[in-house]
Structures are given as C-alpha cells and as structure tokens.
C-alpha cells in the first residue's frame, strides 16, 4: 500500500513539472522564450536611396534608417539621396550643392524640381543615366509613386545634359540595378561596323524580329549587300534615349559617307529590346 502510495506521489510530481515547463521548440510571439526582435523604433523611418556602384556598372539600392520629421516622406528621401552615400563600394553622382525646390505628387506622378545646378553640367552618358535613375528609383520605391518627372527651376526640360530625354515622366528602371549599364549606341556601332566589315550574318543575328520579319530576312540581307557596298564610313552625329529598361527608344542621326566623298543623312528611330543579356535591335534595320 505505501508503494502504491509513493508510486502515485512521484506521478503527479513529474506531471507537474511537465505542464509548467513549456518546450522550446514550440515558439509563439507571446512566449517569453520568443527570439528578441529589434524593431524600427516610432520616430525612426527606412527608406531606399539609389547610388552607383564605386565602379559606375549599375545602381545599387541603400536601405537607410533615419529619423521622421515634418517633411512629407517623398521629401525626406530626396533630402537623404542629396546627401549622399558614405557607404564602401557605392560613389555619390549628385553634385553636392543641387538643391531640391519642389516635389509634388499628382495621382501616381511626383514632379521633383531641382536647382540650376544639376542642369548646367557636361556629364557623360552613363553619367546621366545613373544621375536621373538615381532620382526616379529612389522615388518610385515609395508605393504611392509609380513615376517621376524632373524639371529644373520649376520647367520640364528635354534632357538633363543631351542623351537622355526626361520631357515625359519616367518609371522605375530594374535594368539599370540588375545588369551593368550598357551603352544604347554601341548596339549600332556594332551592327553598322558587321555591315561594313562584310559580315551580314552577324548584323542579321543582332536583330529581334517577329514570325513576319524573318521570312523578309534573305530581302533585307541582299539590299544591305549592295547597299554597304558603297558606303565607306558612318557616324552617329546625334541621338537621344527614352528611358533606360528592357525596351528602349531612341532617335538617331546618322551620316553615310560613300565613294567620292558623297554623303547622305539618315534620322531613324530605334526600339532595342533586352533578350538574353543583351540588347537586339527590334525590327528590320535598313
């Protein structure tokens, strides 16, 4: 009887202890034994900032914390991407002394205008890409902004220096984070030189084309045959880009120098298209 006794005090003894123990592979937020979370304190705010890569290939995102202010969230991260990154391996592309005069937001739009400043410069063509995709995805990563325009001094502009156009609003470019920043007109470059150099085959494989253009392919090689024959040189004397992504546009102007010194202009629009990591060009280039 008294083992029974003791027998029955030792089991309701290890149940105790087994129901006040909670085993800790069974996690709920409210357990104590919960892993320690550090939370964005209230008065604190994360925002992404778009710099360049310290080796100017494409842009990389900069999630920073900084401290809520008055300012409307859409101003407060422009004030932030002015300043600057200090972070090893990206580089600051905004002139220091730009100021931003106005930003507003008109249905998913936001019109950001900025002092003479980041105007009046000579900047290189990735240079003014990586200036203006800086700009535009650091505002579109905002979930009201789906696109953003640039004017100076309050008045929309054609370009910010001569290569690219910001006369419309523009979106949000993965292209520009994802892949190193390819030159548009380096596209032509190659496909004119193939042509000049004889190798059509290679111009041919450099263009994008739908079901009914490849049956006009064998049309297109034989006049660019006896067309090229003649020409000796060309140069892109102007063009301009509209916008920087997996389609691209652009208005180019060429000049053809043939035999006997002859030339003859040529303005021509293009549409790349980025397939397999790289850019084709879209339809039948004459």
Do not use: W
């Amino acid at each position: 009887m008294r083992k029974k006794c003791t027998l029955i005090i030792l089991i309701l003894i290890l149940s105790m202890l087994t129901s006040s123990c909670q085993p800790y592979d069974v996690l709920s937020e409210d357990s104590n034994n919960f892993p320690p979370i550090n939370p964005i304190s209230k008065d604190k705010i994360e925002v992404i900032l778009y710099y360049p890569n310290s080796e100017m290939e494409h842009l990389v995102p900069e999630i920073r914390v900084v401290s809520r202010s008055n300012e409307k969230i859409e101003e407060m991260v422009v004030s932030e991407l002015l300043k600057g990154t200090k972070r090893k391996g990206l580089k600051n592309i905004i002139p220091e002394n730009v100021e931003m005069l106005s930003l507003d937001i008109v249905d998913d739009i936001a019109y950001v205008s900025f002092s003479d400043e980041l105007y009046n410069k000579s900047y290189g063509e990735k240079e003014e890409a990586f200036i203006i995709y800086s700009i535009v995805n650091t505002l579109t990563s905002i979930p009201d902004i789906n696109r953003v325009q640039i004017f100076i001094n309050g008045k929309a502009i054609n370009t910010l220096f001569k290569y690219y156009s910001v006369r419309e609003p523009l979106a949000f470019s993965s292209l520009i984070v994802s892949r190193d920043y390819i030159n548009p007109v380096s596209i032509l470059n190659e496909y004119y030189d193939n042509l000049l150099d004889g190798e059509y085959d290679k111009s041919m494989d450099m263009l994008y084309l739908s079901e009914i253009e490849k049956v006009k392919l064998n049309t297109l090689r034989i006049y660019l045959e006896n067309e090229f024959k003649e020409v000796e040189q060309f140069d892109i004397t102007d063009y301009i880009i509209y916008e920087y992504g997996d389609k691209l546009n652009m208005d180019v102007e060429l000049v053809f120098t043939y035999e006997k010194n002859n030339k003859k202009s040529s303005y021509k629009k293009i549409e790349l298209v980025y397939d397999k990591d790289k850019f084709k060009i879209k339809g039948l280039l004459y």
